[in-house]
């Protein structure tokens, strides 16, 4: 039997089991909105649905832009104030990750799903978490907007693996120099020790912030020389 590569993504509702205890009403109500929303946009990027209950929804895509597109259609779904229950907000962990498998769900595909529903539990409300495989097949313009994490344990059987935050927002200043960081360790890090890189970088950083304080402090004598000239020239007579 031919094997076939899938992308697999798991999604499931934050804080849904503490709600269900203190509002069991509630917690139907969110849950019934997280399915009809999250079902549709994976019916409509071509995404097929194999598990489904509860607070958690677990599909499969043929490819990793129709899941990250997906993932991010459905954040964004849920952020909209329509979506809003009784002033409370329905917000999602999404974990992206792929892996060849066979036509038919077998042992390895149940598997990778084990590893999906480890890396949803580190997303974030406003951030996909996908794994470096999922992030290998992404285009290029998609690929250089995910931040790197780190390499973490999934739990299962010693497996590690790469991961990394796509948040549904262009990244901040410090996620960008994160992930600037982390493009040059891995460019150099095989010449270089991971703790002189560190050393290098820290210097790098410290000499740029010196530089910034240094041309603010240069600018203030100037604006206070404009004022004072301002000064002169208001309270001046027109006789002097």
Do not use: W
């Not at 399915?35 to 677990?58: L, M, P």
């Not at 992206?96 to 390895?108: E, M």
């Not at 790469?162 to 927002?169: A, R, V």
């Amino acid at each position: 039997m031919t094997r076939e590569r899938h992308v697999f993504l798991v999604a499931d509702i934050i804080g849904s089991s503490i709600l269900m205890q203190e509002d069991p009403h509630r917690g139907i109500r969110q849950q019934e909105v997280f399915h009809s929303i999250v079902e549709q946009i994976i019916k409509n990027t071509d995404g097929e649905i194999f598990d489904s209950c509860g607070d958690s929804v677990s599909a499969c895509f043929l490819s990793c832009n129709e899941a990250v597109d997906a993932g991010r259609l459905i954040q964004q779904h849920l952020s909209k104030p329509s979506h809003l229950m009784d002033g409370f907000k329905v917000s999602s962990r999404i974990g992206i990750h792929t892996g060849d498998r066979l036509c038919k769900l077998d042992q390895h595909s149940e598997f990778l799903v084990s590893v999906t529903h480890a890396i949803e539990a580190r997303a974030r409300a406003d951030a996909l978490c996908l794994s470096g495989n999922v992030v290998a097949h992404l285009t290029m313009s998609v690929a250089e907007q995910a931040v790197y994490v780190g390499d973490h344990e999934t739990g299962i059987q010693d497996y590690s693996l790469p991961l990394y935050l796509l948040f549904c927002k262009p990244a901040n200043f410090f996620q960008q120099a994160h992930q600037f960081l982390y493009k040059i360790r891995r460019r150099v890090a095989v010449k270089i020790p991971e703790h002189k890189l560190i050393a290098v970088m820290g210097v790098v950083l410290a000499c740029l912030t010196m530089l910034f304080l240094s041309q603010d402090n240069r600018s203030h004598p100037v604006n206070a020389r404009v004022s004072e000239l301002s000064s002169v020239q208001l309270y001046s007579s027109p006789d002097d």
